[in-house]
């Protein structure tokens, strides 16, 4: 492993990632192929964009020409797949390009991987793939894949795809599912840097339905740490659940928020729940921890960190609220307002 691609590393995760392996690793090369959706932001690769290991090429996961391209440029080895439509509300007001990406997308990828002989193929997936899991249960890799959101079928549908080519193609590959990740430059639709960026301009704070459902959030370099060990460790064929193993009411997420940054309780409102809102999710992180990991971060701890972030980053978040966000999020809670 030497010339990684990482796709969609200009989202969330991805540009922690990428951050995470050039601190780590001196002679790996990376280059980040990302279309620039609302949710890419160049803004989170600042720290690395002098980096003569980092390059950053503009280009769209469905596009199976542009992919090769890019790969035989750069003499790629492995692919690290982040790119994706992520927002379950996006998709459930318009399912379109969660399909493209996550479906035709993923399909594009593994078809270059096996054409080109690459020596990895990795996919990020979510614990969404398991659906909404009942309390005393926690899911294992083997389980049935049980999606109920069309963001999580299409993450389903990917990992169904890679087994696929593993099986019929000997395609070396591996997936990791993570549980809801917080931390630095995640786009704020997604409920903490919503939260806390709405808490710091003393706005409400729309709690679903009663609050009561269950994330197990996890500190997105946690997350990356382990993504990492599987790449370096990980069998192939084989899928790794990464979380914490502890999960947490939306609302005790949300006092941590409000306590942190010293605003009062009464900025929550609860609103309208969502359509098909999975209650719960809760992963058993054995096989991980097998292979040696262990997340350092409470999801206590992890809230707190993300909120002190957001209150110390409004570079980085103010002028995304300010722009076409607006318009998202008077089309998303406008009638939630109303209906609460
Ligand atoms: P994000 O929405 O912040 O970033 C997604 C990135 O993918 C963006 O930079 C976007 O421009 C890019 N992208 C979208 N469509 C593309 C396309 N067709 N071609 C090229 N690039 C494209 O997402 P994130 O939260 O960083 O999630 C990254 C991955 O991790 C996703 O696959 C997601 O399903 C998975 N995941 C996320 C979480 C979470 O809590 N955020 C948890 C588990 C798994
Ligand atoms: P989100 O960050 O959208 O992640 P996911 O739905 O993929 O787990 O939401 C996390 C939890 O927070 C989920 O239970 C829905 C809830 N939530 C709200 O209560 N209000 C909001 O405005 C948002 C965006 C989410």
């Known amino acids: 492993m030497k010339n990684i691609l990482v796709t969609g590393g200009a989202g969330f995760i991805g540009s922690n990632f990428v951050i995470y392996l050039l601190d780590k690793y001196d002679d790996y090369n990376i280059v980040v192929y990302d279309k620039l959706t609302y949710a890419g932001n160049l803004d989170n690769l600042l720290d690395v964009s002098d980096d003569p290991r980092y390059a950053f090429v503009r280009g769209d996961i469905c596009d199976p020409v542009a992919v090769e391209e890019v790969i035989q440029q750069y003499e790629i080895d492995t692919i690290v797949n982040f790119a994706a439509e992520t927002h379950v509300d996006r998709s459930i007001m318009n399912p379109d390009a969660f399909i493209q990406t996550g479906v035709y997308g993923t399909y594009v990828l593994l078809e270059a991987a096996r054409r080109l002989g690459l020596e990895r193929y990795h996919q990020i997936s979510t614990d969404e793939v398991y659906g909404h899991i009942p309390s005393g249960y926690s899911s294992v890799e083997t389980d049935k894949l049980d999606p109920r959101s069309p963001y999580a079928a299409s993450k389903a549908s990917g990992d ?10 000997d395609l070396p590959v591996t997936i990791t599912r993570g549980s809801n990740n917080i931390g630095p430059y995640q786009y704020p639709e997604k409920v903490l840097p919503l939260f806390t960026t709405n808490a710091l301009d003393g706005l409400p704070l729309p709690v679903y339905g009663d609050g009561r459902q269950m994330r197990e959030y996890q500190y997105v370099v946690d997350h990356c740490e382990a993504i990492d060990l ?42 309208k729940d969502r359509e098909g809102h999975d209650r719960r999710y809760s992963l058993n992180i054995d096989k991980i921890r097998g292979l040696g990991w262990e997340p350092t971060h409470s999801p206590a701890e992890a809230v707190a960190k993300t909120a002190r972030w957001y209150r110390d980053n409004e570079w980085w978040w103010r002028k995304i609220k300010e722009g076409d966000f607006k318009e998202y999020y008077e089309k998303q809670y406008g009638h939630r307002w109303q209906n609460a």
Do not use: C, W
């Not at 502890?246 to 928020?257: G, Q, R």
């Open 230 to 271: 599987v790449l370096h460790k990980g069998q192939l064929g084989e899928a790794y659940n990464i979380g914490t193993g502890v999960e947490m009411e939306n609302l005790e997420m949300v006092e941590i928020i409000l306590d942190t940054l010293g605003q009062p309780r009464d900025l929550i409102h609860h609103v």
């Open 160 to 169: 169904l795809l890679v087994n696929s080519y593993f099986i019929t193609y």
